[in-house]
């Protein structure tokens, strides 16, 4: 098959979408497929890509510009057949705020929250705050943990909402879980093992993602089969009625054994480190297959 990976692209996860979106063309051509890498940042992008004229696309743009629904719209309007989520299903997921409100009408467990957008008073939201503290403070649509803090006093909280405006116009402010984190992917509708992520530093962020031996990963996560399967049964639901489709990921907080739903990542990292290929490998996927399942999707 003849497959454009677009990698790259203008978010602030670019260096990461590179590293996968280069690990997908290669596993790709390991598979005998002709395979085209295309940056959206290179100015003779549309130009290349609709010379390229591939069967299909796949998509390895984390962050704006690529997991948000405009890079899906701009190939459904050219006739560029694509793997994974359509325009809606990735703006919402994209979209913290916007998910947590859809998923809320299903009855989908998840943290409490306050929402607050550039041009309200800081004074008045710090002062008539809702939330018991600590917390985490969350721009609404970036990924990788970028400009998230941990706030564990209210004097705190002004500061972190700066830092999250610089990255967006909109912030999250959850109740801040403090107990173990799990992810569960998602490959055309069927969950995979459950993962368990143990970050060093105790805060599961950029570095910790990132960076080779500054996480443990448990697959599959050592938790019984009662909640391996509440898990599963989430997963595939939040899965379905988003209108989730290739490859995706879905985090949880378990408090007191409870699963919270935090976020879907509906471009996840391919990367080394990455969590939905180690959760396809504990069930026999090799990551050339399982870049293929996702083409399926």
């Not at 497959?3 to 596993?27: C, D, P, Q, T």
């Not at 409490?112 to 550039?118: G, H, I, L, M, P």
Request: aromatic residues 8%; charged residues 20%; proline residues 6%.
């Amino acid at each position: 098959m003849k497959i454009a990976v677009l990698k790259g692209g203008i978010s602030k996860e670019r260096e990461i979408s590179l590293r996968s979106g280069g690990a997908v063309a290669l596993a790709l051509k390991r598979k005998g497929h002709d395979v085209g890498e295309f940056d959206p940042q290179s100015p003779h992008f549309v130009k290349d890509l609709l010379a390229f004229n591939p069967q299909k696309v796949f998509l390895a743009l984390h962050g704006k510009g690529g997991e948000d629904g405009t890079m899906q719209g701009f190939l459904q309007t050219v006739g560029l057949p694509y793997a994974g989520c359509g325009v809606l299903t990735s703006a919402i997921c994209f979209d913290k705020v916007a998910t947590k409100e859809f998923l809320g009408s299903h009855q989908i467990p998840m943290p409490k929250q306050a929402v607050f957008s550039r041009g309200q008073d800081v004074a008045w939201f710090v002062q008539t705050f809702p939330l018991p503290f600590p917390v985490i403070v969350k721009p609404n649509t970036e990924g990788s943990t970028i400009g998230v803090s941990r706030v564990f006093k209210k004097e705190e909280l002004a500061g972190a909402l700066e830092v999250a405006l610089a990255f967006d116009s909109i912030i999250l402010v959850e109740e801040y879980i403090q107990g173990r984190e799990v992810t569960v992917g998602v490959v055309n509708g069927q969950a995979l093992p459950v993962v368990e992520v143990v970050p060093k530093s105790g805060f599961y962020d950029f570095t910790s993602k990132y960076t080779k031996g500054q996480t443990e990963y448990k697959v599959p996560a050592p938790i019984d089969e009662v909640l391996t399967k509440e898990l599963h049964v989430l997963s595939e639901k939040i899965n379905r009625v988003l209108g989730c489709s290739g490859g995706v990921r879905i985090d949880f907080m378990l408090q007191n054994g409870n699963p919270l739903f935090l976020e879907v990542n509906t471009i996840p990292g391919m990367t080394e480190t990455s969590l939905l290929p180690k959760a396809a490998a504990c069930v026999g996927v090799s990551f050339e297959d399982l870049c293929e399942k996702i083409l399926e999707g």
